[in-house]
């Protein structure tokens, strides 16, 4: 009994039930941490040893801690289901290991230059591939494989310093303070990350692809809820809305031209005559901040509840800062204005008056100037300039929810924002690809910004369809259009001074094209949704880049110019001007809605204006609902269930009431759909007891095989059922 007490004990010496390990490298403290299995965090100190709270990472994964600490071989740290952070004490090495494999190494960080530098190897002879930083910035030229990263924000940019590397980890960096620029650059020997101060956290994770990265950063940042099912419409903004005739012949053109649309965004005009960008310092006089401009909404409750019941919803623009002189007074007495600064951003006379929304108070007096305006009805908020301080779109969101819970508690939560940093997505928050020019350049590199964003954490971002300023012609905002409804925020935008982008306003032809593409994303909407439900609960995002689903295929690895939406749809729109573009085919594709096979491999296709390249894997099922005016309509007609033959496959079609937090507490329907391809059937089982006005009540199937292609007659969408769809 004693030899078996001394051996536990030493057992015990080794490994202790604890989520953190503590030790100093010379002048540096360590504390490696377990945050939940499959998340690390190795903060490094130069004096102090806690870790400051980011608001970068779920707060939850406070609550979640558990691992095993290590103390062997020289070596320190914890383990978690089979992987391992550890630092070796002598020499201050530490390697991140899982299933017997060091997945990244390193060395304890150093003071250099008023800040800690901290370095990874990159083994000889591999090239470094890593993806998820982030990007973009006024339609600028990106790729989707990076060699450097760091906390920036500007007008339509996100860099996040955050990347996910081919040899199979994660790594999020965050300095002392949350503003301050944490940065990592890669060359042929090593990944350096610097961190600003004398405290700096690296989040680390084994994920062993980009699938299994987004689900690990969604842990660590924090997954976004499912918006609002409205969202995924077509959501028309401009500036320059005139006043309310405009605004009811508008809505009324929508409708009369069977053109779908679900929301209209103000800018300006919504609560202000005359902008704030000359405003001095000090404001000025009775400047109308959270009033609404009388000339465009003289009866505002009165008005947003008559779109509402044409299916249309108002999402007014915010600033972030104040014009009214009064009101600056009392912020600046109270040191509630923060002036801009700490991202690298050029100051302007209007930064000078930007509330501190890092401040709790601030925070809190906003939301109750918000307050009314949220009860007349506004459907979200379109947040824009934001981009002086690299955490204000995060602080202002949380203002603008703390309005939101008091007004409609029950309610989600939506806003569109000009950038963002990591975390935003966890409060419900969108993003577009800020003031975009009207160019096929800028169409062009649009869909790699959007994809960088969706890998660096960011699931639900668009752009300016058509630019904001400029003037596209007819075949650009066509063309913008079909790339448009195959993004996961459908938005289209224009400056005062040019027309706005209605598609009647540019031709017959142009508007057909554009009809055709709202008519499309209106089918996809049951898609779409089921896809947000499942980023919710697994953190994969909408929008993938090819290479996450062939990650073994070279030519995909930096393809951007086409992308799938969800496990199965392919979209290659034409992005330049012409009926000809270059796709390639990661493996034999079927075009959409065709039985006809097209070989793997690259090839010229022709599409002619009102039509947009779009293809579906084998072993796909496509839920498409009818084509209706506004999601309000919806179900609308019955659910076609689309299956792209030559596997078996299965997918999950999800249902709730598309506008209050009862998915959280179960109030959804989950209808499992699965092909067999041997027996060429069709099955489903339906689980969750929601049973709202829009759930689908009907169905039909459509098979597109090496047969052609076959349907099925309409059925009741019962718990259960399935259709025989032998050739």
């Known amino acids: 009994m004693r030899r078996l007490a001394l051996s536990l004990s030493a057992l015990a010496s080794l490994f202790s039930l604890s989520w953190a390990a503590d030790l100093d ?70 390697e991140l290991r899982a299933g017997g494999m060091v997945l990244a190494r390193g060395t304890v960080a150093r003071e250099e230059k008023g800040a800690l530098a901290l370095d990874l190897a990159l083994p000889a002879g591999a090239p470094f591939r890593a993806y998820g930083a982030g990007g973009g910035g006024r339609g600028e030229a990106d790729a989707l494989l990076k060699t450097e990263g760091l906390s920036r924000l500007g007008n339509g940019k996100a860099a996040i310093p955050y990347y996910w590397s081919a040899a199979g980890y994660g790594a999020l960096g965050v300095a002392e303070v949350d503003d301050a620029p944490a940065r990592w650059a890669a060359d042929a020997q090593k990944v350096r990350w610097t961190f600003p101060g004398r405290t700096a956290s690296l989040y680390l994770f084994p994920a062993a692809d980009l699938a299994e990265s987004c689900r690990r950063y969604a842990a660590l940042s924090g997954a976004a809820p499912v918006p609002p099912r409205w969202t995924f419409g077509y959501l028309q903004s401009r500036w320059g809305w005139k006043d309310p005739a405009y605004v009811d012949e508008t809505l009324k053109t929508f409708r009369l ?198 890998l660096a954490g960011m699931p639900y971002a668009g752009c300016d369809i058509g630019g904001f300023p400029g003037r596209p012609s007819p075949e650009m905002l066509a063309r913008w259009m079909e790339a448009g409804a195959l993004l996961p925020v459908m938005r289209s935008h224009s400056a005062r001074k040019v027309p706005p982008h209605f598609p009647w306003a540019f031709g017959e032809e142009a508007e057909e094209a554009m009809r055709g593409a709202l008519d499309l994303r209106y089918r996809l909407i049951p898609y779409l949704y089921s896809l947000a439900h499942e980023a919710w609960e697994s953190g994969l995002p909408l929008l993938r880049p090819v290479a996450m689903l062939y990650p073994g295929d070279a030519e995909a690895a930096d393809l951007s110019d086409e992308w799938f939406l969800g496990p199965g749809l392919l979209a290659a729109p034409v992005l330049a001007p012409g009926t000809k573009r270059s796709v390639y085919f990661p493996e034999r594709l079927r075009a959409f809605e065709e039985a006809r096979e097209l070989p793997a491999g690259r090839a010229e296709v022709d599409a002619a204006l009102d039509q947009i390249p779009l293809y579906v894997r084998p072993g796909t099922i496509l839920p498409l609902g009818p084509v209706v005016q506004t999601t309000a309509d919806l179900p609308g007609g019955p659910l076609t269930v689309e299956v792209y033959a030559g596997k078996d496959a299965a997918f999950t079609l999800v249902e709730d009431d598309g506008a209050t937090d009862g998915y959280l507490s179960g109030a959804v329907r989950k209808t499992r759909f699965t092909w067999d391809e041997a027996r060429r059937t069709l099955g489903w089982v339906r689980e969750g007891s929601y049973d709202g006005p829009s759930v689908f009540r009907r169905v039909r199937a459509v098979v597109y095989g090496a047969g052609g292609k076959k349907e099925s007659p309409e059925a009741d969408l019962g718990p259960s059922g399935s259709f025989d769809l032998a050739q």
């Open 25 to 94: 490298v010379g002048p540096v403290h360590v504390r490696v941490e377990a945050l939940k299995p499959g998340l690390f965090c190795l903060t490094e100190s130069l004096g102090a040893p806690e870790r400051p709270a980011s608001i970068f990472t779920d707060p939850a994964l406070a609550r979640a801690r558990a691992g095993t600490e290590v103390d062997k071989d020289g070596w320190r740290g914890v383990s978690v289901d089979g992987q391992e952070l550890a630092v070796e004490k002598a020499t201050g090495a530490w």
């Open 257 to 454: 031209r069977r053109l779908p649309v679900d929301a209209f965004i103000f800018d300006f005009e919504c609560y202000t005559a005359t902008p704030d960008y000359e405003l001095p310092p000090e404001g000025a006089p009775r400047f109308g901040d959270f009033s609404w401009n009388p000339s465009l909404f003289p009866d505002p409750a009165a008005q947003i509840a008559a779109y509402a019941k044409e299916g249309v919803r108002v999402i007014p623009i915010r600033k972030p800062r104040i014009g009214d002189a009064e009101t600056l007074a009392m912020l600046r007495e109270k040191k509630w204005i923060r002036a801009a600064g700490g991202n690298g951003e050029k100051s302007t006379k209007a930064d000078l008056r930007g509330l501190d929304f890092e401040n709790p108070a601030a925070r809190a007096w906003y939301a109750a100037q918000l307050e009314p305006m949220t009860r007349d009805g506004v459907a979200g908020w379109w947040n824009d300039e934001g981009e002086s301080i690299y955490t204000k779109y995060y602080w202002w969101n949380e203002a603008e929810r703390e309005a939101w819970s008091r007004a409609r508690p029950h309610e989600r939560f939506w806003s569109l924002n000009r950038s963002f940093s990591p975390g935003l997505q966890r409060l419900g928050a969108a993003a577009w690809t800020g003031d975009i020019f009207s160019t096929w350049p800028a169409l062009a590199v649009t869909p790699v910004n959007l994809l960088n964003w969706s």
